[in-house]
């Protein structure tokens, strides 16, 4: 999997836009671009993935630069709530019985009042 | 909404002891994992398990670690005789493999502490 490399921690206003970055230089052709969150101590959250267009949830839009070496997940009205750590995670997609997950870091996202 | 859940949130334990760690997956996914988290330190993979078998492991997985799905419903990992540094947050994770939304689903953990 291709390696990816994020921000250790970003602070937001409440009520604003959160765009959390991710850069993944080296990702191959039939690799996606994940996003997971932690929020305190819970198990991680599926939030969204793409392969090279723009995708957009309830939860957030995922923007993916058109060489594919970054990426841009954002929360459009961020709230307190989503204070948690933010992993990008790069991976080809199958149906495999393995599918591991490989979790960085993260980028650790502190909305504030 | 469908959840993974896990039983029990907290395990203490003396070293040397075995402990088992259960989880319900999602009803219907195939695809189980377990994941574990040391206290400040990034969420490793460990196993994962479909269709009765161990499909991946990683080098934490060794001889200690077992995992079973003995009926429909429960996905257990055992640790045969724990040690201090198998002090840790446990998830299991669960994927449908088929259709909608086939990622990983993530349940709230159980905290290891081996003393």
């Known amino acids: 999997d291709a390696k990816t490399t994020q921000p250790p921690s970003m602070d937001c206003a409440e009520g604003r836009a959160a765009n959390l970055p991710c850069n993944h230089s080296?990702?191959?052709?039939?690799?996606?671009v994940y996003w997971y969150r932690q929020i305190h101590s819970q198990g991680p959250q599926y939030i969204i993935h793409?392969?090279?267009n723009n995708e957009t949830n309830e939860m957030a839009s995922l923007i993916i630069t058109e060489d594919r070496k970054s990426s841009t997940l954002i929360l459009p009205h961020a709230t307190l709530r989503d204070t948690a750590v933010y992993y990008c995670?790069?991976?080809?997609?199958?149906?495999?019985?393995?599918?591991?997950?490989?979790f960085g870091g993260g980028t650790r996202l502190m909305v504030k009042p | 909404e469908p959840e993974v859940t896990q039983t029990p949130s907290h395990q203490v334990t003396q070293m040397g002891q075995e402990v088992i760690l259960r989880c319900v997956p999602i009803s219907n996914h195939l695809y189980f994992y377990w994941y574990r988290q040391i206290l400040g330190q990034k969420v490793e993979f460990l196993v994962s398990f479909y269709n009765n078998e161990i499909s991946e492991k990683s080098e934490i997985f060794d001889d200690q670690f077992s995992v079973e799905r003995p009926d429909g419903s429960n996905f257990t990992l055992k640790i045969r005789s724990t040690k201090l540094e198998d002090s840790a947050m446990y998830f299991c994770a669960s994927r449908a493999g088929t259709g909608g939304i086939n990622e990983q689903f993530f349940g709230p953990g159980t905290r290891l502490t081996v003393l």
């Open positions: 080296t990702i191959s052709g039939n690799e996606y």
């Open positions: 793409g392969l090279k």
């Open positions: 995670i790069v991976r080809v997609r199958n149906n495999n019985a393995g599918n591991m997950l490989t």
